[in-house]
């Protein structure tokens, strides 16, 4: 587990109570990044924020980056294939709008990804207060141009744009992010294929097939209801014959729901919220979950942990995810997926 | 409940063993039209198929007949109102293609429903052998027609047509059947709206809003997951902020689930799977289940019964739709109503 980069800090951590549904008393522990220092412990249910790499089980580690790497190796084989016998390269087009450091650090790793692939890059970069026309005509360019198979619009857009419409202008046949609802309806439809699934609730299921984890059949639970991650997640697992339920910020009593889950898949953004004590012997967890914990010891004065309380869970759970270099590994991996599968339909390469 | 229909035969029954899962145990009853008249009892939980409407705890009713009169009703009025204030009447289309009687009475259904609150209606019978070119001209037709607000396809199609590419000729805004995969993507979707949402499901949740059925924070269960009702019910629920499971063929145990549930939601098609004991006491039951049971005593030779064992049910639950009589008066009344939405929003009319 070369990839893990947890420090060691367990003692320095808050938490904070919240009500995740105000009509139950159900209580939720919550990692406030600007009430740390303080600790608490709630029902002796306190999750140390971190752990060591050592103090992992390795066995148990469902290990994202070795699998993104695997799979980013499947698809320069791919690439290099396609070029060679059609002389075809797959192209990604990222629009950038604004001076977000965040957006921008995501579009250097997409366009860093695709290169390390072969996959060719297109960028554009819009000022932040571009008009909603230019950022439309940046994309209809795009829809137009051959050499481009797949085109992202970092989000957020800035303010005064409306999102859905400029989502929407991006062609059904580019759209590697998977977010058009023509794609979402035909996840959710039997007998329906979609053209492209959403990136990263695809790198969760790839990772559960890579480890050969048994879906169908199976009892899942999905903690978060997002467009991008836990709605595509449940249609993902129930295509895949699970029985699914989604857990959102108005479950009563959640811990009852996911105690009877064989595979957990957390996107709900909530440091540590899942427990040891929420999870059925032998589960399988998938931790979407990236949040920022403030950390004086860690190099930037923060680190990253999921929404599983690791330290408790891996001791419970069968297989689980570390944060990071768990699923978050994978969705760029499943954007270079998604080109690669656009550049080939495009083209009829099989 | 002068709706029901049910006749009293409870001696009369069969039951035959299936296996919803075959990798559990678990065993379930099913009513074979083919084998009736002998009884077998399964565990002592045979469901006896009828009841007499006398039997019935009357003020556990959910009368989906009365509801869909009061709905009929009230669409009498817009359709009035619309007509006065903008000389619009809104107009809905079938295209019926082949001979089969019971497609025939469904549409002879909707016809005279339409008329009965005002609405025109526009009909084209196709025969047997019609090509998909035909029905895509009727289709393209009724598209471009600007008296037509909704356009239904009867299904199934004969089987020498693709029935996607026939349902996908419907133009987005007149597709008051809701089926659209873009329609279906929208409902999925967080802080999307669908221009149309399926009429069975929309019933559904129509009967438990106007029977004050408290939904938000609710565990809800649905049974089959059916692009037409089982999915789309899900989303519907949990755009209304329920906790879904959706329970399929594949689900172990499905009587675990069923009995955490507050509502449960059932279009599985097979006669009084759902028993008494599956039932958490106060829930309540929607049944969409319209299963044919030979009955010689009935003037037709069959009878119809829901999903749920409503005998067995009514006792131990708050609130049930009978079969026939609940779910099914529904389905046409949301037809209607769609239709009506579909030609205010064409002519802006509020």
């Given at each position: 587990m070369a990839s893990m980069m947890f420090t060691d800090c367990s003692s320095s951590t808050t938490s904070l109570l919240i009500h995740l549904n105000r009509r139950s008393s159900t209580t939720l522990l919550r990692q406030s990044v600007g009430q740390l220092r303080l600790r608490t412990t709630v029902s002796g249910r306190a999750c140390s924020l971190s752990i060591r790499s050592a103090d992992a089980a390795s066995d148990k580690v469902i290990d994202g980056k070795a699998v993104a790497k695997t799979i980013r190796d499947e698809i320069t084989v791919e690439v290099s294939r396609m070029k060679e016998s059609i002389g075809v390269v797959p192209g990604l087009a990222v629009i950038l709008v604004g001076d977000r450091k965040d957006s921008a650090t995501y579009v250097r790793n997409k366009k860093k990804a695709c290169e390390s692939?072969?996959?060719?890059?297109?960028?554009?970069?819009?000022?932040?207060?571009?008009?909603?026309?230019?950022?439309?005509k940046s994309v209809s360019g795009f829809n137009d141009d051959p050499s481009v198979h797949g085109i992202?619009?970092?989000?957020?857009?800035?303010?005064?744009?409306?999102?859905?419409?400029i989502l929407n202008a991006v062609s059904i046949e580019k759209d590697v992010d998977g977010f058009h609802p023509l794609?979402?309806?035909?996840?959710?439809?039997?007998?329906?294929?979609p053209l492209f699934v959403p990136c990263t609730p695809k790198g969760c299921i790839e990772l559960l097939h890579r480890y050969n984890v048994d879906i169908k059949g199976k009892r899942a639970v999905v903690i978060g209801r997002s467009n991008i991650v836990?709605?595509?997640?449940?249609?993902l697992l129930q295509r895949e014959d699970a029985t699914v339920t989604i857990i959102h910020s108005r479950t009563k009593n959640p811990e009852?729901?996911?105690?009877e889950a064989d595979i957990i898949i957390s996107a709900v953004g909530q440091p540590n919220m899942v427990r040891g004590s929420w999870i059925k012997p032998g589960a399988v967890l998938i931790d979407v979950g990236?949040?920022?914990?403030?950390?004086?010891?860690?190099?930037?004065?923060?680190?990253l942990v999921g929404d599983i309380c690791y330290e408790e869970a891996s001791k419970v759970a069968s297989a689980i995810t570390p944060v990071p270099g768990g699923v978050g590994p994978m969705t760029i991996a499943m954007l270079?997926?998604?080109?690669?599968?656009?550049?080939?339909?495009?083209?009829?390469f099989q």
């Open positions: 692939v072969g996959i060719q890059s297109f960028e554009v970069r819009l000022a932040e207060d571009s008009s909603e026309e230019e950022v439309m992202l619009v970092q989000l957020p857009l800035p303010s005064h744009m409306d999102e859905q419409n794609n979402i309806g035909r996840l959710a439809m039997r007998g329906r294929e836990g709605m595509p997640a449940a249609l009852e729901i996911t105690r990236i949040n920022p914990v403030e950390d004086p010891d860690a190099p930037r004065g923060y680190r270079l997926s998604n080109t690669l599968t656009s550049a080939k339909r495009i083209h009829n």
